[in-house]
């Protein structure tokens, strides 16, 4: 498993050189959601890469409207020969660089995609050209295991870094700064809310729009070993908001995380670290109880609903079975609370109070009252 | 008129939303099933209520299309065929998908026309013609798109292209907002979204002062775009679609009425000069929202698409009285009372097409015939008769009186 990373200066590259790296990401700030070069500068750090002997990806991670994309596909042929290898995350973006360039292609799959039919479709698209997958930060630790195995390229995940929680194009601070800010000028602020249990968000304002983060960082580094061992290609490090010099450290405790060290690795970092759904994702566990599943079960013999249940008096019910409800029927009425109740009609009459055998689909049906049946019980023939 | 007019496409959380959209005007629905779509909370369709409302779509013209826009994980995928099967049977006209792993299953199980779901974001031409080489028929673009960039996708990538003209909008780009995911453990992305957005945020943004702002910096307006029809048409826009599975029988009827007839007096009159435009907007003011913006329909959205206010501080000018359940010189008019009202309040009936029934409530019984002066929720009565009045219809009041 290989480390990765991003640079921003000559000396990250310095640094990234030193650690033995092989590679580095490298953000034009027209491309990239956090990139910081110009052209310029751009175009000097990869040249300095290279010599390195680094091979140099250029990210182009933007989401990107028809306006805007235009300008940038465009933009980027400037810079085709000084890089090696395109990491894309909008899907035009990955259909352009396909049919437009010769690049080697790498997906950024960290939104959704989490499925291994997601992922072989965007491989299999790009027929033979894709050369890496990120894959998302929400996978657990079995589902990485089974698709590195299945996969035919190399996958990379996140190891360290900040957690994007949201990405809008809208500028949602400098609304709130008065005059003291200048379009394309970076604004960070740290939120909070007294409707969320969590505290100090980092959020961020910038050309591309506005990102918040979660109040905790990405860490699997105590689980480095093991993603190399399941044959992960690719850890990605992410110093942009820290310290690039803390790479040596990680490095180190990457290759061999004694857990003293760790902990003291932990207590040192400028942020508190969490490693999400590594272990387990039950993101969709309480979703059950989201439903009152007694209304949502009104499959087979489901005839209607109770719309007024007046004491001593009626049950009105809205037939909504197209086969009706006849006076033979035997009712199961499910109160909205679960108790069942099981009901022989003896009176059936009509919203004009006529007793009838049979009342017809979409219709008003009168029953005798049936004490402790609520309005919205269901019935069911039985 | 010789344009082609935009299907409106109309938000159906239960079956009888459904039909309520169908008869107010709309050309087509979009439903939920029990799973694989992302209002988890809502009612959504049983099986039964599938075939049931896709019948009753077909019979009058309108078509269906099945949210199946969840990112779904392998687990939930492999339970997706057998549904994928029963669509197909009942006669879906299409699915919407946001997942290349469920627009896989679908092309390969079925021949169901699959529509690209707004949460994959699909913004630009390229994008486009991604999803339609992957065998999508339809785009339903990003909200961040203007008009203009929409109908050069419909041109240049030669697919269909729906776009929200109405209702709540996600702040972030969508699919790429996992607030809840991270926060209160529930997958935005699979129907467990908490509206963190809507919350009020104390932000520290590092200025002089040590006050900090106070804001909901991140909740966006209502999206409206009335008067935008002519654009959406000259652009060639297939669709039009109202947000808003989870909202009420009022709002889903309403929408539906508005936007249809004022596509269809465009149809007919080439222009939008017409006292009735402010009607309609009159309308649309009548149902709970929040304030109105254009979005990025015309431009970028600016600072002045945030609607920096606590939710529920827009109140709707009218509210929902009942549904018509049944009416007949025989019966009257049978209302099923979903807000209490008194004796002689002003009732107006909002009919499938044309102007409001007006009634003022002098008689009230319930459906044994008792004198009432006051009515209940959740129970039945009885109006006298009034010609035009008919079953599904939606009763309002104006709030407050
Ligand atoms: S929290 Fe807001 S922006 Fe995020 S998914 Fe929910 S509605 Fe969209």
């Known amino acids: ?382 | 008129m010789s344009q082609v007019l935009p299907e409106i496409l109309a938000p159906a959380g239960s079956l009888d939303k459904l039909k309520v959209a169908v008869l107010y005007g709309a050309n087509a629905v979009y439903v939920g099933g029990q799973k694989f779509g992302l209002r988890t909370a809502a009612d959504n369709f049983t099986l039964d209520e599938l075939r049931e409302g896709v019948a009753f779509a077909h019979e009058r013209g309108a078509q269906v299309y099945v949210v199946l826009n969840s990112f779904l994980h392998d687990k939930d995928l492999l339970e997706l065929p057998e549904f994928v099967l029963f669509l197909e049977e009942i006669k879906v006209n299409a699915v919407i998908v946001s997942d290349l792993g469920v627009v896989k299953t679908v092309a390969r199980l079925s021949n169901i026309p699959i529509h690209i779901s707004t949460q994959a974001s699909t913004l630009n031409v390229e994008a486009a013609k991604f999803w339609k080489s992957i065998g999508a028929t339809r785009v339903v673009v990003g909200r961040e798109l203007s008009v203009k960039e929409a109908g050069k996708i419909k041109r240049e990538a030669n697919i269909e292209v729906e776009m929200f003209i109405h209702g709540s909008m996600c702040m972030a780009y969508s699919g790429h907002c996992v607030i809840s995911n991270f926060t209160q453990g529930r997958d935005s992305n699979r129907g467990g979204c908490a509206h963190s957005c809507r919350f009020e945020y104390s932000l520290d943004m590092g200025l002089d002062t040590e006050e900090k702002k106070k804001a909901f910096f991140m909740s966006s307006k209502d999206l409206e775009g009335l008067r935008i029809l002519p654009e959406f048409i000259n652009e060639g826009i297939d669709s039009l679609k109202i947000e808003g599975r989870m909202k009420s029988h009022l709002y889903t009827g309403t929408m539906s009425k508005i936007y249809t007839e004022a596509l269809r007096y465009y149809h007919e009159h080439g222009n939008f000069l017409s006292d009735d435009l402010l009607y309609w907007e009159s309308e649309l003011k009548k149902v709970s929202h929040r304030t109105y913006t254009n979005a990025s329909l015309i431009e970028k959205a600016g600072a002045e698409s945030i609607f920096n206010e606590r939710e529920n501080s827009t109140e709707a000018e009218w509210q929902m009285v009942g549904t018509v359940i049944e009416a007949s010189p025989n019966c009257g008019i049978v209302i099923e009372v979903r807000n209490a009202f008194n004796q002689g309040a002003e009732l107006e009936i909002l009919p499938f097409k044309g102007q409001v029934i007006n009634i003022i409530a002098n008689e009230i019984t319930d459906i044994m015939m008792k004198p009432l002066t006051r009515t209940k929720p959740s129970t039945l009565i009885k109006l006298p008769y009034k010609a035009g009045v008919e079953s599904m219809q939606l009763v309002r009041q104006k709030a407050n009186s």
């Not at chain 1, 299945?150 to 994007?164: A, D, F, M």
């Open chain 1, 1 to 382: 498993m290989k480390l990765t990373t991003f640079a921003q200066t000559l000396h990250d590259l310095g640094l990234i050189k030193d650690q033995g790296l092989s590679e580095v990401i490298l953000g034009h700030q027209e491309f990239s959601r956090f990139g910081k070069l110009n052209n310029d500068e751009f175009l000097e750090l990869s040249k300095r890469a290279r010599e390195m002997g680094l091979k140099v990806i250029f990210e182009w991670d933007v989401l990107m409207t028809e306006n805007t994309f235009g300008g940038l596909a465009n933009k980027i042929k400037l810079f085709l020969d000084s890089f090696d290898s395109l990491r894309v995350q909008d899907p035009g973006a990955l259909e352009w660089s396909f049919k437009n360039t010769s690049k080697p292609l790498q997906f950024i799959a960290e939104n959704g995609n989490h499925n291994i039919v997601a992922l072989k479709g965007w491989i299999d698209h790009v027929q033979g050209r894709m050369e890496r997958i990120v894959l998302s930060i929400e996978l657990p630790r079995l589902t990485i295991e089974e698709y590195v195995k299945q996969l035919k390229v190399p996958c990379e995940l996140l190891g360290l870094g900040r957690i994007l929680l949201f990405y809008t194009p809208r500028l949602l601070l400098s609304p709130l700064m008065e005059d003291k800010f200048s379009y394309h000028e970076t604004i960070n602020a740290i939120g909070e809310s007294e409707e969320s249990p969590h505290k100090g968000f980092p959020i961020v304002e910038n050309r591309h729009g506005t990102f918040m983060f979660h109040i905790k960082d990405f860490c699997l580094i105590e689980f480095a070993q093991d993603l190399s061992k399941m044959g992960l290609g690719f850890f990605r490090l992410d110093f942009r908001w820290t310290e690039m010099d803390l790479l040596k450290i990680v490095k180190g405790l990457c290759a061999n995380s004694f857990e003293g060290e760790l902990e003291a690795f932990k207590e040192k970092y400028p942020q508190d670290l969490m490693r999400g759904f590594y272990l387990v994702n039950k993101t969709d566990v309480l979703f059950p109880k989201l439903k009152n599943h007694r209304l949502q079960n009104r499959e087979g013999n489901y005839i209607g609903e109770v719309m007024e249940a007046e004491k001593g008096s009626h049950l009105a019910i809205l037939v909504k079975n197209p086969k009706g409800l006849s006076k033979t029927d035997k009712l199961r009425i499910v109160h909205p609370k679960g108790e069942i109740f099981e009901v022989n009609i003896f009176s059936l009459r009509n919203l004009s109070l006529e007793e009838l055998d049979f009342i017809g689909p979409q219709k008003m049906a009168l029953i005798q009252f049936v004490g402790g049946v609520w309005v919205k019980s269901q019935v069911f023939y039985q």
